[in-house]
């Protein structure tokens, strides 16, 4: 992961986000006018999903929603670095904030579990028709994720320390919760 050329698949990147945004606003959250705290949990939390799927080859001996303390603290770090990289390059301020405690008025409506088990597969898709490389779905998911931030901030929905620190926060969580089995089609 240390190696993957990011800059030569940025372009694939983004397409495959731009495609996994379309999951997002009150389709996902089921609310007449969206929920962006929740659809920043979603991307962030899958974009883990992926990094622990990938480290964790047999995650069905483990019921859905345990908590797994696994090796994947540098891919997740690669990612975190990924998404303060994203954020600065939308003139947006990259330090601080990421680990700051998300105040309770800003908490996702649904769990890490169910949030993944509903955007899993979506990912899955706009990345295999984005013809994104599967070593860099989890980079579409965390870009997914800044982009709903900065939407949130350009809207006046959410500061951008509070968005940070949901994106990191669920990018955790992602890599530490045992989803559900892949949903087959």
């Known amino acids: 992961m240390d190696q993957l050329d990011i800059p030569g698949h940025y372009d694939t990147i983004n397409k495959a986000a731009n495609l996994f945004l379309h999951n997002f606003g009150p389709g996902f959250t089921?609310?007449?006018?969206?929920?962006?705290?929740?659809?920043?949990?979603?991307?962030?939390?899958?974009?883990?999903?992926?990094?622990?799927?990938?480290t964790v080859p047999d995650l069905?001996?483990?019921?859905?929603?345990a908590v797994l303390l696994s090796e994947i603290h540098d891919r997740e770090e690669?990612?975190?670095?990924?998404?303060?990289?994203?954020?600065y390059s939308?003139?947006?301020?990259?330090?601080?904030?990421?680990?700051?405690?998300?105040?309770?008025?800003?908490?996702p409506m649904l769990s890490i579990l169910e949030m993944t088990h509903r955007l899993e597969n979506p990912l899955y898709h706009a990345c295999s028709e984005a013809g994104l490389h599967a070593d860099f779905y989890s980079h579409a998911?965390?870009?997914?994720?800044?982009?709903l931030v900065?939407?949130?901030?350009a809207t006046d929905r959410l500061a951008l320390d509070t968005g940070k620190a949901l994106a990191a926060y669920h990018l955790a969580g992602g890599c530490r919760t045992v989803p559900y089995p892949p949903l087959t089609d």
Request: hydrophobic letters at 45%; zero cysteines.
């Open 60 to 65: 069905a001996r483990y019921e859905p929603g």
């Open 30 to 54: 089921q609310t007449a006018e969206g929920h962006i705290q929740t659809d920043i949990a979603g991307a962030a939390s899958v974009a883990g999903t992926v990094l622990l799927r990938s």
């Open 141 to 147: 998911a965390a870009l997914t994720a800044i982009k």
């Open 90 to 107: 939308m003139n947006l301020e990259p330090r601080g904030g990421w680990t700051m405690p998300i105040p309770d008025e800003h908490q």
């Open 78 to 87: 690669h990612i975190g670095r990924f998404m303060s990289n994203v954020i």
């Open 150 to 153: 900065a939407a949130g901030v």
